[in-house]
């Protein structure tokens, strides 16, 4: 829908990446293959056929700095288009790190270039193992400065429809950097009404309101269901969730609104399925030192490993259990 959406007003979409016609995790399916013939057919190549401008779409080779730089290249040549990278997974990021540091973080710092381009990575503690949680969602906050990248973790379809959408429907061209959970995909809770991507908007912040709060949970991503789930199981209605959607540019002044509705003596929690040496912590730790907006501010996480995930997805969901249980008490 963001994609058909922009190509009737005239944006050209491309997207690459790993298995994008079909989508790795079968999630998309932007390209019918004629199965007696080899003829490939894009169905929103015609919607409009007249009217609209193209979208092109490429399965590209395992080779990411390949691929991620030549995408990163395009962006530049071409800033009206919506240009979007795919990993396989967000781990696979890794192999293109020097085009990160290099390009797409420092650019406009060292040489005025601005790209668009927009980096989809499939991230979250799922119980597939080390190789297949985390694109280091810690690295990319690192390098974050000078309004430099946007790194979000959309929650909804609406939420991440407009942020693809506003990627170039603003004037303004920063790279943006989505975790994209693989889960969510197939998620029952994880819907959006028509009406929400019709009439509404990016929001930084996804606020709650509970009365008589005695902790608030602050959390981004996939993690944010498994603790609605863990709420209705112990019918803790005294601790409320919010969740943090956009990570850079940090959003104070939408956070800051969020958290006032809740008196200074209520503790808040960062919850994160990373490790503690891993994922949003640091940042947002090195950030508030142990107070956030006046409240008390502390986290829940996975201990410290040099390791994203465990091999083992029955120590997984035991590590998961502990930590949904651990942010409730």
Same mark, same amino acid.
């Given at each position: 829908?963001?994609? *058909?959406?922009?190509?009737?007003?005239?944006?050209?979409? /491309?997207?690459?990446?790993?298995?994008?016609?079909?989508?790795?995790? &079968?999630?998309?399916?932007?390209?019918?293959?004629? &199965?007696?013939?080899?003829?490939?057919? &894009?169905?929103?190549?015609? #919607?409009?056929?007249?009217?609209?401008?193209?979208?092109?779409?490429?399965?590209?080779?395992?080779?990411?700095?390949?691929?991620?730089?030549?995408?990163?290249?395009?962006?530049?040549?071409?800033?009206?288009?919506?240009?979007?990278?795919?990993?396989?997974?967000?781990?696979?990021?890794?192999?293109?790190?020097?085009? #990160?540091?290099?390009?797409?973080?420092?650019?406009?710092?060292? $040489?005025?270039?601005?790209?668009?381009?927009?980096?989809?990575?499939?991230? *979250?503690?799922?119980?597939?193992?080390?190789?297949?949680?985390?694109?280091?969602?810690? /690295?990319?906050?690192?390098?974050?400065? %000078?309004?430099?990248?946007?790194?979000? =973790?959309?929650?909804?379809?609406?939420?991440?429809?407009?942020?693809?959408?506003?990627?170039? @429907?603003?004037?303004? /061209? @920063?790279?943006?950097?989505?975790? &994209?959970? %693989?889960?969510?995909?197939?998620?029952?809770?994880?819907?959006?009404?028509?009406?929400?991507?019709?009439?509404?908007?990016?929001?930084?912040?996804?606020?709650?309101?509970?009365? *008589?709060?005695? @902790?608030?949970?602050?959390?981004?991503?996939?993690? =944010?269901?498994?603790?609605?789930?863990?709420? %209705?199981?112990?019918?803790?209605?005294?601790?409320?969730?919010?969740?943090?959607?956009?990570?850079?540019?940090?959003?104070?002044?939408?956070?800051?609104?969020?958290?006032?509705?809740?008196?200074?003596?209520?503790?808040?929690?960062?919850?994160?399925?990373?490790?503690?040496?891993?994922?949003? $912590? $640091?940042?947002?730790?090195?950030?508030?030192?142990?107070?956030?907006?006046?409240?008390?501010?502390?986290?829940?996480?996975?201990?410290? !490993?040099? !390791?994203?995930?465990? *091999?083992?997805?029955?120590?997984? %969901?035991?590590?998961?259990?502990?930590?949904?249980?651990?942010?409730?008490?």
């Amino acid at each position: 829908l963001a994609v *058909g959406t922009l190509l009737l007003d005239g944006t050209p979409v /491309r997207l690459s990446g790993q298995d994008c016609e079909r989508g790795t995790f &079968t999630h998309r399916h932007a390209v019918f293959n004629d &199965t007696e013939s080899g003829a490939k057919y &894009t169905p929103l190549n015609h #919607i409009a056929p007249d009217q609209q401008a193209k979208f092109c779409v490429y399965n590209s080779l395992l080779s990411e700095a390949a691929v991620l730089g030549f995408d990163y290249g395009y962006s530049l040549d071409y800033p009206d288009m919506l240009c979007l990278w795919e990993a396989q997974f967000g781990d696979f990021v890794n192999v293109a790190q020097v085009y #990160i540091d290099q390009f797409l973080a420092s650019a406009e710092v060292k $040489w005025n270039r601005l790209s668009g381009l927009v980096l989809l990575l499939p991230h *979250g503690l799922e119980g597939q193992g080390p190789e297949h949680s985390s694109a280091r969602l810690e /690295r990319f906050l690192q390098l974050a400065a %000078k309004d430099n990248l946007q790194v979000a =973790y959309p929650t909804t379809p609406a939420q991440f429809f407009h942020l693809l959408r506003r990627q170039v @429907k603003r004037k303004i /061209r @920063k790279p943006l950097v989505v975790m &994209t959970p %693989k889960s969510l995909l197939r998620h029952p809770e994880v819907v959006s009404a028509l009406e929400e991507l019709a009439e509404g908007r990016f929001q930084k912040v996804i606020p709650e309101r509970v009365k *008589g709060a005695r @902790k608030v949970l602050l959390t981004s991503g996939k993690v =944010y269901y498994d603790l609605l789930q863990k709420r %209705k199981e112990l019918q803790a209605e005294d601790v409320a969730i919010l969740r943090l959607e956009l990570l850079y540019p940090f959003p104070e002044a939408e956070l800051q609104e969020a958290l006032g509705a809740y008196p200074k003596k209520v503790p808040v929690v960062y919850v994160q399925e990373e490790p503690v040496n891993q994922g949003a $912590w $640091w940042y947002l730790s090195a950030r508030f030192c142990g107070e956030i907006y006046g409240h008390p501010f502390s986290v829940v996480a996975r201990p410290e !490993s040099p !390791s994203p995930a465990v *091999g083992s997805s029955k120590v997984h %969901k035991l590590e998961q259990e502990e930590l949904l249980e651990e942010a409730f008490k």
